[in-house]
């Protein structure tokens, strides 16, 4: 199954007319898949969403997306709660392959390998108001991107974790030869550091829409070394 359950019989439900709305995030995302199989033995993109608070949440009625222009693409079906609950502090995977008639949990879009964007929402009378947003860049069909720990504000590319905590990221080869040399100052007399030095400068480009921590990289001005 695809969801975690502690035996809670407690769930809240998604009533569109009320004001106040309890918090989910989008916390991983595997948009080059080549590791895990759905109940049909197909190995396709899916996102997983974590509900933190302390009940459980059917999200029947609340729309997903692979577009920010696009915020109401696909409606998670409603009346299906024993498919659709998330349990409290707890995961729910939902398989994004454009079958939406192989499942409740499969969504009617696919994420594109090279960038793509993901919301959750819903709305409230005609004003649609997001719940989570993401927008991602490249991912190597080893990994996936996501946050760390789960539900904070940190995104990483990571071992696959769908349905668990997620583990500590890390940068995957083919991401780490995205970063570009963009541009290189042997001889500088124009610009100080911090302490007033004019030392020789290299700049690193990153040309996608992610962060990219560079700590543990090496550095060399001899290819050989």
């Not at 005609?126 to 539900?151: H, K, N, P, S």
């Not at 991401?175 to 911090?194: H, M, P, T, V």
């Amino acid at each position: 199954a695809d969801t975690m359950r502690y035996g809670m019989n407690l769930t809240a439900y998604w009533d569109l007319d009320t004001t106040s709305r309890k918090k989910i995030y989008i916390n991983e995302i595997c948009a080059s898949n080549s590791q895990e199989d759905d109940e049909f033995g197909q190995k396709d993109d899916w996102i997983e969403l974590y509900n933190p608070n302390d009940t459980a949440i059917d999200i029947g009625g609340i729309f997903l997306t692979d577009s920010l222009t696009d915020p109401l693409k696909y409606m998670i079906p409603k009346e299906s709660s024993q498919y659709t609950t998330i349990p409290a502090k707890g995961f729910l995977r939902l398989w994004a392959d454009e079958q939406y008639y192989q499942g409740k949990l499969h969504l009617g879009f696919k994420f594109e390998k090279l960038s793509e964007q993901a919301g959750i929402s819903y709305k409230k009378g005609e004003q649609v108001i997001w719940l989570d947003t993401v927008t991602f860049g490249l991912q190597d069909d080893r990994y996936t991107f996501g946050r760390y720990a789960d539900g904070s504000t940190a995104w990483q590319y990571m071992q696959h974790t769908p349905v668990k905590n997620n583990v500590k990221g890390y940068l995957p080869d083919s991401i780490i030869k995205i970063l570009k040399i963009n541009e290189i100052c042997a001889s500088n007399d124009s610009f100080a550091d911090i302490n007033g030095h004019y030392h020789d400068w290299i700049e690193i480009y990153n040309p996608t829409y992610d962060s990219i921590d560079m700590a543990g990289l090496f550095f060399s001005d001899n290819i050989s070394n």
